[in-house]
């Protein structure tokens, strides 16, 4: 269950939004069903009260949005960001692609989000409603009878599960705590994948990968992927595929992807929540941020704005690239 | 005339038709999903709804290859690449997703034909499976499928305990008599009462009621403009997912690749999201996310029944409900422009 | 001679400045290294982008190497910095992904180290043809 309640949202929201400080709001539209939650620009007051939600299924990060939205809008643009969000738009905002006069900002505590997929594989099929409670979540399907008790740590999405940070890095106004940066063990998987054996790790992706159908949601979705032209849309890039078409493509894509948001990746997760097919893609991202700290010193990307990405800076003393391996066991 | 297969016999039943042709199955997909697998001996047949990926792969495969160019000398030469169908038997195919071959039929198979897809279609025979548990993502009553009553050369209804199987075609019948000695002639009460059980559950479907009304045959000049577009678009990052989820989405690009040594031409599922979609020599028509995604609703139900005798293009799945990043989907866009909500 | 030995194709970045000097002060010298390294010369080593390596490999390099100038002796000033930063990186995700990490290397080598670059590739392509070919980072269309 969030900490803080719908009604308090929209009642900031809809006072802005009468107060002309802000001509809209980026939030959380219901769906047809309890968590089939769509990012929305609200900017009718009636709207607001009949449609905002604010409940465990509103993962979506707003901080890209602001990118094209900004753009649309004369007026200031209300967003809620979740603590992980501001990180995205801290980053986004080092790299210049929005204005930050032109948002308004309002911090939400998060107790973590749910993975719809896990939900499911819990309960069964035919989700018809869930009802938020001290411990968790009361839902009802098509076949249940009673509704069932779910424990919402065996819920949450796995992004949640390793929070990072339940600190705002950004925000004009709170609602709730500031938060504190939380200890996570989102490394573990990392490091339990690096001690497999070579081949092991190579048949753990392979099958991983082998999964990708190339709808490009992770990258379009990705808060650090907003190049106006993705190399993968270019077709004089040499590299630009629309399908999996073989294994070097699904790693091509995937390998470059990961490299391409390296040091500037937030680890907010929204890569691996929207792949349709499960594929683990923080793993790729965290490998990288796992190395960078390893190999350069602790760097929380959007952690504050006007930082310099790893891997646009250097240092004269930093390893080299033979050194890397070292102290891993060779093949 | 229905058959019935006791369900411990299944694995049984999966040899007798593998022995004979290559077959696929729902298996899962090591990540909570299912996706069609070859069966061997060693494949778990998984009861799901349905695959991730629909079954249109089999027909219409994601990537294919077309024909190889070979350089040599001053001489180009052609080769046929295409590798020769064989019979194959798909199981479990979902009502919805039967229906969806009689969609990509009415564009393949239209003349000019697409040999390639002929081929596959010719040589494929699907036993299809009635639904016994719809998902609230599902809405294929809306465009007239009864879920209780697949199509498809054997339709097939698993209770508890059994399969039971009614040939409807000559290749059904010629598959059946594969596993006659694993089955046999029974009474279609078990299958009646399912039926009954399951039209319950679909009258509480959340998505019963969607309307069709304001859709179909000759309806662009109305629907087009609807300055509901601009909201539903809103959110919609531009991916990929919902167009290769769907069964029904048919549209290809076709590519050259160089191999260092040659190039092969190929052609690869596109989809009328991608910001390139429609890019060609003069320029993009379509510039921005909520003409793409216009493009994709209206052409699913407007433009198809327009060229296709008023049937619409998608069955009702649900599966782009489930896989949408945003969460925006067919569902919302019929209630939105329906006037519901 | 032993014939039909299996030789690994290696491919060779070579910055303008230094390593490829230092391949030129090689050749020069008549020192041998092997004929299987095609080298592509690249105005600074920062100019390799990681997908150039892995394009390499998807074409058919058996091993991929990038060399660019002594720490401090970029022509460039700093290029070669961003470069160590990079392909550490590189190398580490491929052997994340189970790729074998003897196919990837970086060395510095200058415009007077011909020797030392005859032996870098010497070495180099000993290490890579005792791996055999590049089955796990292969576009099966490139061998047909």
Redesign the interface.
């Known amino acids: 269950m969030q900490k803080i309640n719908r009604d308090v949202l929209i009642d900031r929201a809809i006072s802005l939004l009468n107060s002309g400080q802000v001509s809209s709001v980026l939030g959380w539209r219901q769906?047809?069903?309890f968590?089939?939650?769509?990012?929305?620009?609200f900017t009718d007051e009636n709207d607001i009260r009949e449609n905002f939600v604010w409940n465990d299924f509103c993962g979506?990060n707003f901080s890209k949005?602001l990118v094209s939205k900004t753009k649309a809008s004369d007026g200031k643009i209300l967003v809620f960001l979740k603590p992980c969000d501001t990180y995205s738009f801290n980053q986004l905002l080092t790299e210049h692609r929005f204005d930050r006069e032109k948002v308004y900002v309002i911090g939400i505590p998060c107790e973590g989000m749910v993975d719809t997929?896990k939900l499911k594989?819990q309960v069964g099929?035919?989700?018809?409603s869930a009802q938020s409670t001290e411990e968790g979540l009361l839902v009802t399907t098509?076949?249940s009878d009673e509704p069932v008790n779910v424990d919402i740590k065996s819920v949450l999405a796995e992004r949640c599960i390793n929070c990072k940070s339940k600190k705002h890095v950004a925000y004009d106004e709170l609602l709730g705590d500031e938060g504190q940066i939380e200890d996570s063990d989102r490394f573990d998987e990392?490091a339990r994948?690096?001690a497999m054996s070579?081949?092991?790790?190579?048949?753990?992706?392979?099958?991983?990968l082998s999964?990708c159908?190339?709808?490009?949601?992770c990258?379009?979705?990705c808060p650090a992927c907003t190049c106006e032209k993705c190399?993968f849309?270019n077709?004089v890039s040499?590299?630009e595929?629309?399908?999996?078409?073989?294994s070097?493509?699904e790693?091509?894509f995937h390998?470059?992807r990961?490299?391409h948001v390296?040091g500037r990746c937030t680890d907010c997760g929204e890569c691996s929540?929207?792949c349709?097919?499960?594929?683990p893609l923080h793993l790729?991202n965290r490998?990288?941020i796992k190395?960078?700290n390893g190999?350069?010193g602790e760097y929380q990307a959007g952690e504050c704005v006007g930082s310099r990405a790893?891997?646009?800076?250097?240092?004269?003393e930093?390893?080299?690239?033979?050194d890397?391996?070292e102290g891993r066991d060779?093949? | 005339m229905i058959r019935k297969c006791s369900l411990t016999k299944l694995n049984d039943f999966f040899a007798a038709i593998a022995g004979d042709k290559t077959l696929y199955i729902p298996a899962s997909d090591g990540a909570g999903g299912a996706v069609y697998k070859k069966w061997d001996s060693n494949t778990q047949y998984l009861d799901v709804l349905n695959t991730v990926k629909s079954p249109k792969d089999f027909f219409f495969p994601h990537t294919e290859d077309l024909m190889e160019f070979k350089v040599k000398g001053k001489n180009i030469e052609l080769l046929d690449i295409r590798q020769e169908s064989e019979d194959f038997v798909v199981f479990g195919v979902r009502p919805c997703d039967v229906k969806s071959f009689d969609i990509l039929d009415r564009v393949f198979l239209s003349e000019p034909v697409d040999s390639y897809y002929a081929s596959r279609r010719e040589h494929g025979i699907i036993i299809s499976l009635a639904c016994s548990k719809p998902s609230e993502t599902c809405f294929c009553t809306t465009f007239d499928i009864d879920p209780t009553e697949p199509e498809g050369d054997i339709s097939a209804w698993k209770t508890d305990d059994a399969l039971y199987l009614r040939a409807n075609t000559e290749k059904g019948e010629a598959l059946m008599a594969l596993v006659e000695h694993l089955t046999e002639e029974c009474d279609d009460a078990p299958v009646v009462a399912q039926k009954q059980n399951v039209k319950k559950i679909l009258d509480k479907l959340p998505l019963a009621g969607l309307k069709l009304d304001v859709f179909g045959k000759g309806k662009t000049e109305e629907l087009f403009d609807d300055p509901a577009w601009d909201t539903l678009s809103e959110a919609c990052l531009g991916c990929g997912t919902c167009t290769f989820v769907c069964p029904t989405c048919q549209c290809y690009d076709i590519k050259d690749f160089d191999t260092g040594n040659g190039v092969i031409r190929y052609r690869c599922w596109d989809s009328c999201m991608f910001s390139e979609f429609t890019k060609m020599a003069h320029g993009n028509p379509r510039l921005t996310q909520k003409e793409r995604f216009r493009q994709r609703f209206m052409h699913k139900l407007v433009y198809y029944p327009d060229n296709n005798d008023g049937l619409f293009s998608c069955v009702g799945c649900g599966r782009c409900l489930a896989k949408c990043p945003v969460s925006m989907n067919i569902a919302k866009v019929m209630k939105k422009l329906g006037g519901e909500k | 001679m032993q014939v039909n030995k299996y030789r690994p194709l290696i491919v060779a970045f070579c910055c303008n400045w230094c390593s490829y000097a230092g391949a030129d002060l090689a050749g020069n010298n008549r020192l041998n290294y092997p004929a299987d390294v095609k080298i592509i010369r690249v105005p600074c080593s920062c100019r390799v982008n990681p997908s150039f390596v892995l394009r390499a490999f998807q074409r058919g390099a058996d091993g991929v190497i990038i060399c660019g100038c002594h720490p401090g002796d970029c022509h460039y000033t700093s290029g070669n910095y961003y470069t160590r930063r990079r392909m550490a990186l590189l190398f580490s995700m491929l052997d994340y992904l189970g790729i074998e990490r003897e196919r990837t290397r970086l060395e510095w080598v200058s415009a007077a180290e011909g020797a030392k670059f005859a032996a870098t590739m010497n070495d180099f392509a000993e290490q890579v043809a005792a791996l055999g070919e590049n089955k796990r980072l292969e576009d099966l269309r490139c061998k047909r």
Not at chain 1, 125 to 128: C, K, P, R, T
Not at chain 1, 198 to 208: C, I, L, N, S
Not at chain 1, 213 to 217: D, E, K, L, S
Not at chain 1, 276 to 279: A, D, L, S, Y
């Open positions: 769906g047809e069903f968590y089939d939650v769509t990012p929305a620009v979506a949005y997929g594989a099929d035919g989700l018809v098509l076949y990392v994948i690096e070579p081949d092991e790790r190579f048949a753990f992706w392979q099958g991983e999964r159908i190339r709808c490009n949601a990258r379009d979705v190399v849309d077709p040499g590299v595929n629309k399908a999996p078409v073989n070097f493509e790693k091509m390998i470059i990961a490299f390296a929540r929207v349709p097919q499960n594929i790729l490998k990288f190395d960078i190999f350069y790893p891997l646009v800076d250097y240092n004269l930093d390893l080299e690239a033979s890397v391996f060779t093949q």
